[in-house]
């Protein structure tokens, strides 16, 4: 069997470029410090909340309106027994049209219901 990576899917009322760019703008929705360029493909940027969560991604696709998929190169979550559990894993934002609305598919690829994180991480990717 598989195992079932986190997935969530909402529904926002902008367009698919809209909603690209909103993702894209991290310091906007993503509550702690971040550091570096988040809006274009190859950036690496870095995440961290107090000395709580530290993570670091590289953009490695981006499709303008469509997807974007950012690689964990590092990471240090201080919550858990293995810190670095978010090492090689995959954030994705896919994107289409749903009527005259647009629905965003959000996957955290690596963050299954087997790894510590999953309850905490999963409720803070959903909150």
């Not at 979550?77 to 629905?103: A, M, Q, S, V």
Request: with cysteine; charged share 30%.
């Amino acid at each position: 069997m598989k195992p079932q990576n986190y997935s969530t899917t909402f529904i926002v009322d902008e367009t698919p470029e809209e909603a690209f760019a909103a993702i894209n703008n991290v310091r906007d929705w993503w509550s702690g410090n971040i550091e570096g360029s988040t809006n274009k493909l190859g950036d690496e940027w870095t995440y961290r909340y107090k000395d709580i969560h530290y993570s670091k991604q590289k953009i490695t696709e981006f499709i303008p309106g469509k997807k974007v998929v950012w690689l964990v190169l590092d990471s240090y979550l201080n919550f858990i027994e293995d810190k670095t559990e978010w090492n090689g894993t995959k954030i994705t934002f896919e994107i289409g049209k749903k009527g005259d609305k647009t629905e965003v598919r959000f996957d955290h690829l690596g963050l299954t219901p087997e790894v510590e994180c999953y309850d905490a991480c999963s409720n803070a990717w959903g909150g």
